[in-house]
């Protein structure tokens, strides 16, 4: 394709290819999260001659396993003009104020920390975390900078009934039922933002000479054109790697876990408690997740098949559930661990399982669908001519935060002091650690992470507290000057007692988890 740049500069716009026509190949959380990013941001121009298209096999089921969200889902769906009350009332849905990591320290009954998802007090102020390195406090690292560790062990919720929808006295996620989830977007889609839905089976992608993808071609719809192209059908990646020949980049030598088993655990009461955040619970050869939502459990094993066969594995699935699993069959689900080489090639662009998929360890499959559909959706290529543009600032934006999740992601196996098996001896294996986290570690382990170091993008995914919370969760140390801790201590000290106060209030205030539920499906939150 060439351009006439003269002409471009001058006004000549004759030769200019506008993007209008928006295809969305393949449904799920990916494709109907794109389609709404999409057709909200550009709402005004649906109807006036730009059109967002899905097109959804009528044969593929949802895969369904990541049922933990990011606090950033909250602002995406309020961006689409989503009730957060018909979110909980339709999706089964649930708070999520962070994760429980069990036993990945030192393996022992007593071996846990919290990930939540509050900042420590007064962050952007002052950093706590060598404080309370130097011993000022007998309390664990979470408790002694927020809230949110003492509050998910009282079983409570983040907010009440009359604080506003998407309003938070402590941040929160949502755990929900991913089956549920998809067809609850793409009714607020369709009815709601103008996206038009077309049920049909891909045969063929059909291709322009200049390597663009021209059109889809469709067993029940026929020929489907389009200006832009966003590959959203799963693992089969039928556009980004059957048509634009991306290949995938493998990450299984940094990160082992390859499978998954899910199971669906009923509560024994309609009553039981429900857990606020996810409990992560290591095992021989990976972890097994937890998830409370009203109406049951979703529990699965997360494993390395190098290192434990899936007969082991569901063994310790079962033993962990206790007599509930008796009856219950586990679905096996491989995990391809990596992303492509590249997302955004040409006119198509890569979202979802598509792009790539990791072990759900800190739910990062949905943020980063979030992410990549925010991008597209606020840097929407004009016109043919400047899309590589687009697509160039596109690729390096989620390269980056595909190494960053990997990074973080391989922090909690690093951090072990397990011997107990051969998976956690590979793990701490060094040439199974990244580069620039092995060098993180080592400033780490004089200087601990703040939002001022190395931590400068504006949409980071986890942040430097992120860290933090895991880093002093598990044991590392960093070495403290403690007479710079003087430059700060009145500081720390009103960040202490603003946190030992905040922690009080919000317990005595804060209803348990399954009443707020309870409520909010009876009586509705107050819409903002």
Same mark, same amino acid.
């Given at each position: 394709?060439?351009?006439?740049?003269?002409?471009?500069?001058?006004?000549?716009?004759?030769?200019?290819?506008?993007?209008?026509?928006?295809?969305?190949?393949?449904?799920?959380?990916?494709?109907?999260?794109?389609?709404?990013?999409?057709?909200?941001?550009?709402?005004?121009?649906?109807?006036?001659?730009?059109?967002?298209?899905?097109?959804?096999?009528?044969?593929?089921?949802?895969?369904?396993?990541?049922?933990?969200?990011?606090?950033?889902?909250?602002?995406?769906?309020?961006?689409?003009?989503?009730?957060?009350?018909?979110?909980?009332?339709?999706?089964?849905?649930?708070?999520?104020?962070?994760?429980?990591?069990?036993?990945?320290?030192?393996?022992?009954?007593?071996?846990?920390?919290?990930?939540?998802?509050?900042?420590?007090?007064?962050?952007?102020?002052?950093?706590?975390?060598?404080?309370?390195?130097?011993?000022?406090?007998?309390?664990?690292?979470?408790?002694?900078?927020?809230?949110?560790?003492?509050?998910?062990?009282?079983?409570?919720?983040?907010?009440?009934?009359?604080?506003?929808?998407?309003?938070?006295?402590?941040?929160?996620?949502?755990?929900?039922?991913? +089956?549920?989830?998809?067809?609850?977007?793409?009714?607020?889609?369709?009815?709601?933002?103008?996206?038009?839905?077309?049920?049909?089976?891909?045969?063929?992608?059909?291709?322009?000479?200049?390597?663009?993808?021209?059109?889809?071609?469709?067993?029940?719809? +026929?020929?489907?054109?389009?200006?832009?192209?966003?590959?959203?059908?799963?693992?089969?990646?039928?556009?980004?790697?059957?048509?634009?020949?991306?290949?995938?980049?493998?990450?299984?030598?940094?990160?082992?876990?390859?499978?998954?088993?899910?199971?669906?655990?009923?509560?024994?009461?309609?009553?039981?408690?429900?857990?606020?955040?996810?409990?992560?619970?290591?095992?021989?050869?990976?972890?097994?997740?937890?998830?409370?939502?009203?109406?049951? /459990?979703?529990?699965?094993?997360?494993?390395?098949?190098?290192?434990?066969?899936?007969?082991?594995?569901?063994?310790?699935?079962?033993?962990?559930?206790?007599?509930?699993?008796?009856?219950?069959?586990?679905?096996?689900?491989?995990?391809?661990?990596?992303?492509?080489?590249?997302?955004?090639?040409?006119?198509?662009?890569?979202?979802?399982?598509?792009?790539?998929?990791?072990?759900?360890?800190?739910?990062?499959?949905?943020?980063?669908?979030?992410?990549?559909?925010?991008?597209?959706?606020?840097?929407?290529?004009?016109?043919?001519?400047?899309?590589?543009?687009?697509?160039?600032?596109?690729?390096?934006?989620?390269?980056?935060?595909?190494?960053?999740?990997?990074?973080?992601?391989?922090?909690?196996?690093?951090?072990?002091?397990?011997?107990?098996?051969?998976?956690?001896?590979?793990?701490?294996?060094?040439?199974?650690?990244?580069?620039?986290?092995?060098?993180?570690?080592?400033?780490?382990?004089?200087?601990?992470?703040?939002?001022?170091?190395?931590?400068? /993008?504006?949409?980071?995914?986890?942040?430097?507290?992120?860290?933090?919370?895991?880093?002093?969760?598990?044991?590392?140390?960093?070495?403290?000057?403690?007479?710079?801790?003087?430059?700060?201590?009145?500081?720390?000290?009103?960040?202490?007692?603003?946190?030992?106060?905040?922690?009080?209030?919000?317990?005595?205030?804060?209803?348990?988890?399954?009443?707020?539920?309870?409520?909010?499906?009876?009586?509705?939150?107050?819409?903002?």
């Amino acid at each position: 394709m060439s351009v006439d740049i003269p002409s471009l500069f001058m006004g000549n716009f004759d030769m200019i290819h506008p993007v209008r026509n928006i295809v969305i190949v393949g449904g799920g959380t990916a494709g109907w999260l794109t389609a709404g990013v999409i057709a909200a941001r550009h709402r005004s121009r649906i109807g006036n001659g730009f059109t967002v298209t899905l097109v959804e096999s009528p044969n593929t089921p949802i895969i369904g396993v990541g049922e933990g969200t990011w606090p950033t889902l909250r602002t995406t769906l309020s961006r689409m003009g989503i009730s957060e009350t018909d979110l909980f009332r339709e999706c089964d849905a649930a708070f999520k104020q962070g994760a429980r990591f069990a036993r990945w320290t030192t393996g022992t009954p007593d071996d846990g920390y919290y990930h939540p998802l509050m900042l420590p007090q007064n962050f952007g102020q002052v950093n706590l975390a060598p404080h309370w390195l130097a011993g000022e406090g007998d309390e664990s690292f979470c408790d002694s900078v927020c809230s949110q560790g003492r509050i998910c062990d009282d079983g409570l919720a983040p907010k009440t009934i009359a604080t506003a929808e998407y309003d938070a006295l402590a941040n929160y996620a949502y755990h929900l039922d991913a +089956g549920k989830f998809a067809p609850f977007l793409q009714r607020h889609c369709t009815e709601k933002l103008g996206v038009r839905h077309v049920l049909a089976d891909v045969e063929q992608v059909l291709m322009k000479e200049d390597g663009d993808i021209r059109a889809i071609r469709t067993t029940q719809a +026929g020929e489907i054109e389009g200006d832009l192209f966003v590959d959203c059908t799963g693992f089969k990646a039928l556009l980004i790697e059957g048509a634009m020949k991306v290949p995938f980049r493998d990450c299984n030598d940094v990160l082992f876990c390859d499978t998954a088993l899910a199971m669906q655990v009923p509560y024994d009461r309609p009553d039981s408690p429900m857990a606020s955040h996810t409990i992560s619970t290591a095992q021989s050869a990976g972890w097994i997740w937890d998830i409370g939502l009203p109406t049951r /459990r979703g529990i699965g094993h997360v494993y390395s098949s190098n290192h434990i066969s899936d007969e082991e594995a569901e063994r310790e699935l079962r033993a962990y559930i206790g007599p509930p699993a008796e009856g219950l069959s586990a679905r096996k689900i491989a995990i391809r661990s990596g992303h492509r080489e590249t997302f955004w090639k040409g006119n198509c662009v890569a979202v979802g399982l598509a792009a790539g998929f990791l072990e759900p360890l800190e739910a990062s499959a949905i943020v980063l669908i979030e992410l990549s559909a925010k991008i597209i959706a606020e840097q929407m290529p004009a016109c043919r001519e400047v899309m590589d543009i687009v697509a160039s600032r596109f690729n390096a934006t989620t390269h980056y935060r595909w190494g960053r999740i990997i990074d973080f992601l391989k922090l909690h196996y690093v951090l072990t002091k397990r011997t107990d098996s051969d998976f956690w001896r590979d793990n701490v294996r060094e040439e199974t650690i990244p580069d620039r986290l092995q060098e993180l570690m080592l400033l780490w382990r004089y200087q601990s992470p703040w939002f001022l170091d190395e931590f400068d /993008r504006v949409e980071e995914v986890f942040p430097a507290a992120s860290y933090q919370y895991v880093l002093y969760g598990m044991g590392f140390r960093t070495e403290v000057d403690r007479p710079a801790l003087a430059r700060d201590a009145h500081l720390a000290d009103r960040a202490r007692r603003e946190n030992a106060a905040m922690t009080a209030k919000l317990r005595a205030g804060l209803p348990r988890h399954r009443d707020l539920i309870d409520k909010i499906v009876t009586h509705g939150l107050q819409p903002v």
